[in-house]
Antibody, heavy 119, light 110 residues
């Protein structure tokens, strides 16, 4: 079964930085696009970013463009999200998700890691 | 625009059918056949139910079906069961290479 395990979520002050990690297993990580999606507890899903298989092509939501950077290490089967200039509105559970092989969507999700931005 | 529009809530009795709509624009829902639907039970992670408008992943009940007309996509659940009670989100790829999720719909099985 596909496994995605996020880590790195914590409390941080506004303006601070944080790096999330997502350890992938039980599938050929290097063959799949990967995504980050966030969700404020009790609220809806918001797509954050996508990265292609070799890490050369990125896409970002307007709300995080220029502040967040998605990357991957295929040798370590790990996806990252570097988050800079954090704002209170970035507070959410961040999910790592695998891109569907045959469609433009995500098919497996991690359990999520909570990021809280507060002074 | 930052999200696709869904009804906040829908309800139905066991055995009935319900349809959830998802309205976007010609730059997302209307641009491609890349609409997907997710089911999320309270405290759980989302589960992919439909992709590319109408395709069901392996293991998803055939009671779930999807369609699209113009800028509006729809998810239909037939033969409603108690376990279908959950939040449902649509999602679409966009002409900018990004994705939007819908605002979410809470399904109540009466």
């Amino acid at each position: 079964e596909v496994q995605l395990v996020e880590s790195g979520g914590t409390s941080v002050q506004p303006g601070g930085s944080l790096r999330l990690s997502c350890a992938a297993s039980e599938f050929t990580f290097s063959s799949y696009y990967m995504h980050w999606v966030r969700q404020v507890p009790g609220k809806g899903l918001v797509w954050v970013s996508r990265l292609n298989t070799d890490g050369s092509k990125t896409n970002y939501a307007d709300s995080v463009m220029g502040r967040f950077t998605i990357s991957r290490d295929n040798a370590k089967n790990t996806l990252y999200l570097q988050m800079n200039s954090l704002r209170a509105e970035d507070t959410a559970v961040y999910y790592c998700a695998r891109g569907h092989r045959d469609g433009y969507c995500v098919d497996y999700w991690g359990q999520g890691t909570l990021v809280t931005v507060s002074s | 625009q930052s999200a696709l529009t869904q009804p906040a809530s829908v309800s139905g009795s066991p055995g009935q059918s319900i349809t959830i709509s998802c309205t976007g624009t010609s730059s997302d829902v209307g641009a491609y056949n890349y609409v997907s639907w997710y089911q999320q039970h309270p405290g759980k992670v989302p589960k992919l139910m439909i992709y590319d408008v109408s395709n069901r992943p392996s293991g998803v009940s055939n009671r779930f079906s999807g369609s699209k007309s113009g800028n509006t996509a729809s998810l239909t659940i037939s033969g409603l069961q108690a376990e279908d009670e959950a939040d449902y989100y649509c999602s679409s790829y966009t002409s900018s290479g990004t994705y939007f999720f819908g605002t979410g719909t809470k399904l109540t099985v009466l």
